[in-house]
């Protein structure tokens, strides 16, 4: 079965450091990745997302992400975390799906 | 361009009562999604459909009813409400053409059964 995991539920980091959420996946096919944020009482944004290609991708808000095929994993990357980036992050097979989300809280 | 939006934002419902929400998008796009969303499960398919009069089962599918008369619009309906069906539900359209597969999402419905 398809399966997309986000193994830690709280990622806390102090703000200027460098975060990370993890996301890995066990897909058949073309792993097309992406990386949805939720602000609070609001839909989810997109963020970036993996198709084809180089596997370092950018996004939006200074975001990152490493594809990396033999790990099966597509982590989330920002190299100095600001308070306003704490939400709710899913990574997400598109469209089917979706990572349990990882809740990112950036501590001035 | 309002994008998806999504009617209506709040209802509360008692058990055994049906009702329907309206999912609407003016991208023209093909696919169109419903989800619901529970505390610590991420977002559970229910229902999608690939393109005017097409619907088909996601993940979680039972208790609920879809149509796609129109392109733009994608109702999910709940013939008869149960308290189980308590969450945030989630509407999202988007493109197969290309490499696009980015979603957009409306605001959300939190519905509560009583």
């Known amino acids: 079965a398809q399966s997309v995991a986000q193994p830690e539920d709280q990622v806390n980091v102090a703000e200027g450091n460098p975060l990370t959420v993890k996301c890995t996946y066990s897909?058949?096919?073309?792993?097309?990745l992406f990386w949805y944020v939720q602000y609070p009482n609001r839909g989810l944004q997109f963020l970036l997302k993996?198709?084809?290609?180089?596997?370092l991708v950018k996004g939006s808000y200074g975001f990152e992400a490493e594809f990396n095929k033999s790990q099966t994993s597509f982590h989330l990357k920002k190299p100095s975390a600001l308070v306003s980036d704490s939400a709710l992050y899913f990574c997400?097979?598109?469209?089917?799906?979706f990572g349990k989300g990882t809740r990112l809280s950036v501590i001035a | 361009n309002a994008g998806v939006t999504q009617t209506p934002k709040f209802r509360v419902l008692k058990t055994g009562q049906s009702m329907t929400l309206l999912c609407a998008q003016d991208?023209?796009?093909?696919?169109m999604y419903w989800y619901r969303q529970d505390p610590g499960m991420g977002l559970r398919l229910i229902h999608y459909?690939?393109?005017?009069?097409?619907?088909a089962k996601g993940e979680v599918p039972d208790g609920y009813n879809v149509s796609r008369l129109k392109k733009q619009n994608f109702l999910l309906g709940l013939e008869s409400a149960a308290p189980s069906q308590t969450s945030v539900y989630f509407c999202?359209?988007?493109?197969?053409?290309?490499?696009?597969?980015?979603?957009?999402f409306g605001p959300g419905t939190r519905l509560t059964v009583t």
């Open positions: 999202a359209s988007s493109s197969m053409s290309g490499e696009s597969y980015e979603q957009y």
């Open positions: 897909v058949s096919g073309n792993p097309y």
């Open positions: 993996y198709i084809t290609g180089d596997n």
């Open positions: 997400v097979w598109t469209p089917l799906v």
């Open positions: 991208m023209n796009h093909e696919y």
């Open positions: 459909s690939v393109g005017e009069g097409t619907t």
